[in-house]
């Protein structure tokens, strides 16, 4: 079946990209050699997510409707992008005032940390772990999984999955977004669309870090 190559395919891309630099790192106790290996696996990680979706063709529910041009996902993505900053600030304030959680967020000021250090950690950052988190949280175990289950389940199942992932503690912030970036790819049928909100969401949110 296209749906089980095409999925495990994506899966097993994204899990090599995220342990290999962690084996490196056992071997070498190097932070640039890390970083830099981190960076370039993130890269050639996207290639062949890419790559491997065109080979793997696999059109879920949501890309089989009518898909969007790519100026009208990109425009998506840029309303998206403030929708889930709104969204993000939202469920902040609910987990400060209700559930008495800290404003601080664990992944962001290790982000900070390492790109003062180094400066080139920002190309996985920003460019190669979003568009691999939506091929895997997207693509994958929501748009894939919808072929099999109620795609309300599917995408609660994706967005507690990509909060847990995150592991910053702030899981109903991250369960959010991820729901936003799921009604984004079901809106226009495109990947297009929720990585164009992921990228500059990810760019805003360290460029409001040095401001």
């Known amino acids: 079946m296209k749906v089980k190559e095409n999925s495990l395919g994506l899966l ?25 290996s981190t960076a370039l696996l993130g890269f050639l990680g996207i290639v062949a997510m890419f790559i491997l979706n065109n080979k793997f063709v696999y059109k879920n529910r949501f890309e089989n409707q ?41 992944n962001t000021a290790q982000a900070l940390a390492i790109i003062r250090n180094y400066p080139f950690y920002l190309v996985y950052l920003l460019i190669a772990a979003p568009i691999m988190e939506e091929f895997i949280f ?6 894939n999984l919808s072929t099999f289950i109620n795609p309300l389940g599917a995408a609660l199942i994706a ?8 592991a910053d503690g702030h899981f109903l912030t991250y369960a959010v977004i991820g729901l936003a970036f799921c009604c984004l790819y079901a809106k226009t049928g495109r990947l297009l669309t929720s990585m164009t909100a992921h990228i500059l ?3 805003v949110i360290i460029i409001l870090q040095f401001v």
Request: net charge positive; glycine share 4%.
């Open 201 to 203: 969401m990810n760019t």
């Open 159 to 166: 967005s507690m999955l990509f909060s847990i992932a995150h």
């Open 66 to 106: 009518k898909k969007k041009s790519a100026l009208t996902c990109f425009l998506w993505g840029i309303a998206g992008t403030a929708i889930v900053l709104l969204l993000q600030r939202l469920t902040l304030f609910f987990e400060i005032s209700f559930l008495f959680q800290t404003p601080d967020s664990q």
């Open 138 to 143: 997207r693509k994958v175990l929501f748009g």
């Open 12 to 36: 097993s891309i994204y899990t090599f990209v995220m342990v290999i630099p962690g084996i490196i790192f056992s071997f070498f106790k190097n932070n640039t050699f890390l970083f830099y």
